[in-house]
């Protein structure tokens, strides 16, 4: 019987121990026994599928990638430590020296880092290609590219790229196409539909959703997560047992989560249209975002994230930033708290002036994860810090 997302969310669960819970136990353990000889011989011979060392698997984090996978349609998953260990594993199992990877220019800050200082040590090299030209990626194929990588909807400036044409140009030229479905979560939109190979996801975000733990997982195609899996098996970047846990249960409410965050999100953006302290506002599913109609055809709703700009530039954006009196000042996102960030000088200070113009960065951008407070308190706030 197939049930549908929010039932799989709440009712895939590991099997039930001798004391017959409801609600599933911790698995604090490092290491698992073996019956016999037998039994560990087989077992490290990978002749059985068991628990062996937490490293390798354990049951928490099992559970955790099993609910991912079903709502992504993976085959199967691996989960780390934090959203950037699932990164760095796919890459670093799946690339060898000489390889290429294209990449969406919009990228999460310390993704772009991880390509620009640390993969040219390996001799893995990367290019860019501009998220509104996606038919320059043709030409930026070479012989030694081996992935398109792309997030959707991007950080910070909430812009869309269609993941339907970079399923058909990454099947054309034989590529694997990972996405970074973070900024959407798996309840909102499942690139694997849209032809993905690999989804990747920070689950400190709005699969955690009460900024509680670090985690990442990486779901996909047996094959490609067979890979990932030998490379991190022994590298070391699981998730741990505890924080698995907290994101199981976590997933038993994304949906209902998700849909307020969308619910919020969309009543400040379209209060924000309208208002003389900014000059633009931009969300998914504004009719304005110049991406709309792409954003409706593989997007449940829009998001978490509203991006505007204040009128008056840095002066004005440090003045909105300290009127600010019940939001968060910080830098996470997928919060039930609403949390205001100012990219230019926060996740993408490391790039120059130009390369954040180049990605849509003004000094007087700011980024609204809106959370789950009521939306007058939220409106009200954001209201009084601009006026
Ligand atoms: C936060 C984030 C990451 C990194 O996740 P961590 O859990 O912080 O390591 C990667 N991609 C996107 C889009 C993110 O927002």
Redesign the pocket.
Known sequence: MNNKFETDAIRTQIERSQFLEHSVPMYLTSSFVFDDAEDMRASFAEEKERNIYSRYSNPNSSEFVEKVCKMEGAEDGFAFA????A?FSTFAALLNSGDHILSARSI?G??HSLFTNFFPKWNIDHSYFRIDALEEIDNLVTKNTKVIYA?SPT?PGVDILDLEKLGEIAKKHNLILII?N??ASPYLQQPIKFGADLVIH????LMDGQGRV???VTVGSKELIDTIYRFSRITGPALSPFNAWVLSKSLETLAVRVDRHCENALKLAEFLEGHEGINWVRYPFLKSHPKYAIAKKQMKAGGCVVAFEVKGGIAAGQHFFNAIRLLSLSAN?GDSRTIVTHPASTTHSKLSPEERLSVGITDGMVRVSVGLEHIDDIINDIDQALS
């Open positions: 934090s959203g950037m260990a990164v999460f310390s993704t997030e950080n970074d973070c900024f920070s689950g400190t975000k670090l985690a990442g996102l």
